[in-house]
């Protein structure tokens, strides 16, 4: 089974039970950005779902 087959619907799963990142706490979006500001050079997200701290940080610049 390929990876894209075996993981379809994933996405949706994770964003019925834990929300999009406008659902998120303002304390940890502030600490997402505080931790992210001191960051250099490219940050990958290989955890599991639609990457919704993935596209906030990416928003941060």
Excluded: H, K, N
Excluded at 5 to 19: C, H, I, N, P, V
Excluded at 20 to 45: E, Y
Aim: hydrophobic letters at 50%; proline letters at 5%; charged letters at 15%.
């Amino acid at each position: 089974m390929a990876f894209d087959q075996a993981t379809a619907g994933l996405a949706a799963e994770s964003m019925a039970r834990f929300g999009s990142i406008d659902q998120a706490s303002p304390l940890d979006c502030a600490l997402a950005a505080a931790w992210a500001q001191d960051l250099a050079g490219t940050i990958v997200d290989v955890g599991r779902g639609p990457g919704p701290w993935t596209g906030f940080l990416d928003r941060q610049g």
